[in-house]
C-alpha cells in the first residue's frame, strides 16, 4: 500500500506509525507544508494521513497550507 503524509509543523510526526508501516512494508511518502512542499497527485497514493499542530482555525491568515 502506499501511503502520504501531510505534515503542518515539524514537531508533529507519524511517531510510532512509522513502525507500523514499515513492519508491513507499505511506501510512505510525505508533504511537509512548512517548507511549503507540493501535494502529489491523487494517483500516487492510497491512504492518507494528514498530522495536525498548535494552529487554530482561526489563525488560517498566518497559517499556509
Not at 501511503?3 to 507519524?14: D, K, N, P
Not at 508501516?21 to 492510497?46: A, C, G, M, V, W
Request: net charge negative; hydrophobic share 35%; glycine share 6%.
Amino acid at each position: 500500500m502506499k501511503i502520504h503524509c501531510i505534515q503542518h509543523v515539524e514537531f508533529e510526526t507519524l511517531g510510532t506509525i512509522v513502525e507500523w508501516i514499515e513492519k508491513r512494508k507499505h511506501s510512505l511518502s510525505t508533504t511537509h507544508l512548512y517548507e511549503n512542499q507540493n501535494f502529489p497527485s491523487l494517483d500516487n497514493f492510497d491512504l492518507l494521513i494528514i498530522m495536525g499542530g498548535p494552529m487554530n482555525i482561526y489563525e488560517y491568515e498566518n497559517t499556509p497550507g
